[in-house]
């Protein structure tokens, strides 16, 4: 009998920004990195020495040029996922309402991927309304989870 084992060598830790608009609907990230296109919420991998909020108003700032306020946390990973780049590590992501003081000063995209097909690093942004938000509009797992819960919320 040939046993398998998965070894974790540690853990990732992502945050995100969930910024809603009431008539444009949450802005997401589509990017293109290792090979592989995928849709996203706003944010990315906390840093050592770092906060949760402080990693993710640094993320904002590298990535859509936006200086935000970080509001309610409204979700954080309650289950096992492995990480899909780095397969030993275990994914671990918390989300919050963010909320913005300005207009926003990145180019927003009227469709997927508006960037050069294949340039790693590539990242565009865009508005889904609340009338087409599902699970299916996002790559990753965790990102599913939160897009069911705020379906749930506005919903009600």
């Known amino acids: 009998m040939i046993e398998h084992t998965f070894q974790l060598n540690g853990f990732t830790i992502r945050v995100y920004g969930i910024l809603i608009d009431d008539i444009k609907g949450i802005l997401i ?3 293109f990195e290792n090979g592989k296109y ?3 919420f706003p944010g990315g991998g906390l840093e050592l020495g770092e906060g949760i909020k402080d990693c993710l108003i640094r993320e904002w700032k590298e990535e859509l040029q936006q200086s935000i306020e970080v509001l309610d946390h409204f979700y954080t990973t309650d289950f096992f996922q492995r990480s899909s ?5 275990q994914v671990i992501s ?3 309402f963010v909320k913005v003081f300005e207009k926003l000063k990145v180019k927003i995209s009227d469709h997927a991927f508006d960037f050069h097909a294949g340039v790693t690093g590539s990242q565009s942004f865009r508005w889904i309304s609340f009338k087409e938000l599902s699970d299916d509009a996002f790559t990753f797992e965790i990102d599913k989870v939160v897009a069911r819960k705020l379906i749930g919320v506005f919903k009600n």
Do not use: Q, R, W
């Open 85 to 89: 780049l780095h397969t030993n590590k």
């Open 38 to 40: 995928f849709t996203k």
């Open 94 to 96: 918390v989300y919050y």
């Open 29 to 31: 990230s589509d990017e």
